[in-house]
């Protein structure tokens, strides 16, 4: 999206909103160093995290300076300097089914000081950013949810889903045939340009991944402070295809559960981040990760809900799947934007009357698809009387669902089929036949998964 984030006018509705509870709305210059730090401490208060080091604060500096950072100040307080609410927002791309990517918001950072909560900060600052979303030409928003009860009121939905991935390691018999490539050890500074690169290779083809962003990818690798505890305990492996291209690589660490028998089982090998641009690479890195000695079990954290992991070792039973959580929620804004942005398994018609109570996406949109999977979408100027729904009805049997825009956003990247929400009372389906088919289109062939917090 080429617009420049200062160009976002402020939120009138969320600054009188927030005035009229004696709290100043600011957004944070970029450039005004002081602010921004006095504003990672108030996020970090906000999230129970410790103050910063040098080097964090450093790092988190130079990733919120190009995000359009919202503060709220009590003037009143002794540290006036110090927000009692902060939200950090920026323009990014997310992966859709089809290998395509659709303009998103991303919104992050929502935090109230516990002095300050419960009185309608949140709501303010979350309705703001849907204006901002809307000026910055975003189809939808999206963000990852500390609590499942806090964002369906404004329209968000899970949208995509992770789980934790826990494999007993000697248990582990290979049955897949070996890659053609090799896994090697690299050190983390050296990994920086390619891992950035893999990783958008492997985010463009998963759908629910979002862009990353450089200080994301120095921390993942902990070149941001290599000094640290944290950093010095990261090893990072890369695979390269038969023709020395690097085509995945895992960053992980060894750590030592509290609990277990003095023995190798409390050894666990955790991975947070393992990207792979081919299903190839895939394979190798969980193959290496499996292997090692004096390890007892593999855990992978925001794994896919869907890992081929199962199919690559004999006892599959050596896997368990647990913490499945509802990763990535969706607030679709524009849904001819959304719709045509992402591609679907066949072809067909289809109208949706989507209810939105805050109007972003309300409306009814008769959808073409083509032999391709493309979509073309028509919002249609009113919504159709119930005689004239009827009498069309009667002409020529129109497939359709009526559902809310968290439905939308619920069934948009395929996580979950309109039937199923059907029989949960949330979609109903204006003609017989028309959830099937609903169903078909909008399955993905790869299942949504973000495998980050952001
Ligand atoms: C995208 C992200 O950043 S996710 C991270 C969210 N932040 C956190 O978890 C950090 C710790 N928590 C907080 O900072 C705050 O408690 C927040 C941000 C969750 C809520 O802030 P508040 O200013 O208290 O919320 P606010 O008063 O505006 O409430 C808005 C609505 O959410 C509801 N609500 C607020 N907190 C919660 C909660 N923990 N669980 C369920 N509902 C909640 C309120 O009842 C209210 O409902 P209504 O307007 O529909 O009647």
Redesign the pocket.
């Known amino acids: 999206m080429p617009f420049d984030l200062r160009d976002i006018p402020l939120d009138q509705k969320a600054e009188a909103a927030l005035a009229a509870r004696g709290l100043e709305y600011r957004v944070v210059d970029p450039d005004d160093r002081a602010g921004l730090e006095a504003w990672v401490a108030a996020d970090r208060r906000?999230?129970h995290e410790n103050r910063a080091d040098e080097a964090e604060l450093a790092r988190e500096v130079s990733v919120f300076a190009d995000r359009r950072v919202h503060a709220v100040h009590d003037p009143t307080l002794d540290a006036p300097e110090i927000p009692v609410a902060t939200v950090a927002s920026w323009p990014t791309g997310l992966s859709v089914p089809g290998g395509r990517s659709v303009d998103g918001w991303a919104?992050?950072?929502?935090?109230?000081a516990p002095t300050h909560?419960?009185?309608?900060?949140?709501?303010a600052l979350m309705e703001g950013e849907l204006q901002n979303a809307v000026a910055a030409g975003a189809a939808l928003a999206m963000?990852?949810?500390?609590?499942a009860?806090?964002y369906g009121?404004y329209g968000f939905a899970p949208a995509a889903r992770a789980a934790t991935v826990e494999v007993a390691r000697r248990r582990v018999e290979w049955i897949a045939p070996l890659e053609p490539g090799r896994v090697q050890f690299v050190a983390p500074e050296v990994m920086r340009t390619a891992a950035a690169s893999i990783a958008r290779r492997a985010v463009a083809r998963t759908p629910g991944e979002i862009d990353r962003w450089p200080g994301l990818i120095d921390r993942m690798l902990g070149t941001h402070a290599p000094d640290s505890e944290r950093s010095r305990s990261i090893r990072v492996a890369r695979y390269d295809d038969r023709h020395d291209q690097p085509q995945g690589f895992v960053v992980f660490r060894v750590k030592h559960d509290p609990g277990e028998a003095d023995n190798d089982d409390r050894s666990v090998l955790e991975f947070d981040f393992l990207a792979a641009a081919t299903d190839e690479a895939e394979r190798a890195l969980w193959r290496f990760l499996t292997e090692h000695d004096l390890i007892g079990r593999v855990r992978g954290r925001l794994r896919s809900v869907d890992e081929p992991l199962p199919w690559l070792i004999a006892d599959r039973r050596a896997i368990t799947v647990r913490d499945v959580v509802d990763h990535l929620w969706l607030r679709i804004l524009d849904p001819v934007a959304a719709l045509e942005a992402r591609r679907y398994s066949g072809s067909g018609s289809l109208v949706l009357d989507i209810d939105d109570p805050q109007g972003y996406a309300a409306g009814r949109f008769e959808i073409e698809f083509s032999a391709k999977g493309h979509a073309e979408v028509r919002r249609s100027e009113s919504a159709p009387t119930d005689a004239s729904a009827r009498a069309a009805r009667r002409s020529r049997p129109v497939q359709g669902l009526r559902l809310g825009v968290a439905e939308l956003g619920a069934i948009y990247l395929g996580d979950v089929a309109p039937s199923l929400l059907a029989r949960a009372g949330r979609v109903v389906e204006t003609t017989p036949g028309s959830l099937a088919l609903a169903d078909r289109l909008f399955a993905s062939p790869r299942a949504p998964h973000l495998s980050i917090w952001f």
Request: charged share 25%; proline share 0%; aromatic share 4%.
């Open positions: 906000g999230f919104v992050s950072s929502v935090t109230v909560r419960r009185r309608g900060v949140a709501r963000l990852t949810a500390s609590e009860t806090l009121r």
